[in-house]
């Protein structure tokens, strides 16, 4: 077989591979969208506001009662006085000083388990807890998990229209990589067909060129997963809770099937239709 097909060859193993990149970061957003939404869910404080001047041991009784609710996160119950309120808005939040008069309110705060997350889940809670002495109020919000998962198929949809996009251009480039081949080895396909090879023994070569395309472009793209992935999970960010390795090797061969219909197939059909235009 002719030796030129080495440059054209390299340009759709890269291409192949841009499109696997493309669609392995699709399926790992879509893969974790709901293990990032769940962590997002359990990280949203829901807040308890009391009167002033609550004994001890009411909050002691109030911090009680909410931990034996069904749903609570253990451990996610704290009480956060007004004065610890005020340096966290003042220090964290980089706010200046409010003066003598502390606008706050005492408060205990705690987070749901993600499976108990639910509007009607915290409006119950709420009801409950506001029947509790010394309780002013429930305060929650729900925008944030309506938001990441907005954004999550924001960019899912982005990442998935480039995809498509790169597997045109690979199809193209794939389509001129086999015809050019085909071309410059027409002497050798026509000798063969003279002595009565079969078509599928004409295939073989350029099959075999394919399928090593596309365990080059799996290779790169799964050393690229594994290498994110892992960096991802010793980042000490909330990433080490979100990335799980099962969702990884699930990605690595849908893109290893991907790349098997993009070359094989589309290679395949290329010969067929050449080899009965050469009849």
């Given at each position: 077989m002719?030796?030129?097909?080495?440059?054209?060859?390299?340009?759709?193993?890269?291409?192949t591979t841009i499109v696997l990149v493309l669609i392995s970061l699709f399926l790992l957003v879509f893969f974790h969208s709901a293990n990032i939404t769940n962590i997002v869910k359990e990280n949203i404080n829901i807040l308890v506001e009391l009167e002033d001047n609550q004994p001890s041991g009411q909050v002691e009784h109030l911090k009680g009662y909410i931990s034996s609710l069904e749903g609570v996160l253990p451990g996610s119950v704290s009480f956060v006085s007004k004065d610890e309120a005020v340096r966290i808005m003042t220090k964290d939040l980089n706010m200046p000083g409010i003066g003598d008069e502390n606008p706050f309110k005492d408060l205990i705060s705690f987070n749901l388990n993600?499976?108990?997350?639910?509007?009607?889940?915290?409006?119950?809670?709420?009801?409950?807890?506001?029947?509790?002495?010394?309780?002013l109020g429930l305060y929650y919000e729900n925008e944030s998990v309506d938001l990441i998962r907005t954004n999550l198929e924001k960019v899912s949809f982005a990442i998935l229209l480039l995809a498509l996009c790169f597997v045109v251009l690979a199809l193209a480039i794939i389509f001129n990589t086999v015809k050019l081949t085909l071309y410059a080895d027409i002497k050798q396909i026509r000798t063969m067909k003279m002595v009565g090879a079969e078509n599928s023994f004409i295939k073989n070569p350029y099959l075999r060129d394919a399928f090593l395309m596309t365990m080059k472009a799996v290779a790169t793209v799964a050393v690229f997963i594994g290498v994110l992935s892992f960096l991802l999970m010793r980042s000490g960010t909330v990433f080490e809770e979100i990335v799980q390795w099962k969702y990884v090797f699930l990605t690595i061969i849908i893109c290893f099937v991907?790349?098997?219909?993009?070359q094989l197939l589309t290679t395949n059909a290329i010969i067929s239709r050449f080899l009965k235009m050469e009849r």
């Amino acid at each position: 077989m002719a030796k030129n097909r080495r440059p054209t060859q390299f340009y759709a193993t890269l291409s192949t591979t841009i499109v696997l990149v493309l669609i392995s970061l699709f399926l790992l957003v879509f893969f974790h969208s709901a293990n990032i939404t769940n962590i997002v869910k359990e990280n949203i404080n829901i807040l308890v506001e009391l009167e002033d001047n609550q004994p001890s041991g009411q909050v002691e009784h109030l911090k009680g009662y909410i931990s034996s609710l069904e749903g609570v996160l253990p451990g996610s119950v704290s009480f956060v006085s007004k004065d610890e309120a005020v340096r966290i808005m003042t220090k964290d939040l980089n706010m200046p000083g409010i003066g003598d008069e502390n606008p706050f309110k005492d408060l205990i705060s705690f987070n749901l388990n993600s499976t108990a997350y639910s509007e009607s889940r915290i409006r119950d809670i709420k009801s409950k807890v506001e029947l509790e002495k010394g309780v002013l109020g429930l305060y929650y919000e729900n925008e944030s998990v309506d938001l990441i998962r907005t954004n999550l198929e924001k960019v899912s949809f982005a990442i998935l229209l480039l995809a498509l996009c790169f597997v045109v251009l690979a199809l193209a480039i794939i389509f001129n990589t086999v015809k050019l081949t085909l071309y410059a080895d027409i002497k050798q396909i026509r000798t063969m067909k003279m002595v009565g090879a079969e078509n599928s023994f004409i295939k073989n070569p350029y099959l075999r060129d394919a399928f090593l395309m596309t365990m080059k472009a799996v290779a790169t793209v799964a050393v690229f997963i594994g290498v994110l992935s892992f960096l991802l999970m010793r980042s000490g960010t909330v990433f080490e809770e979100i990335v799980q390795w099962k969702y990884v090797f699930l990605t690595i061969i849908i893109c290893f099937v991907a790349a098997l219909a993009i070359q094989l197939l589309t290679t395949n059909a290329i010969i067929s239709r050449f080899l009965k235009m050469e009849r």
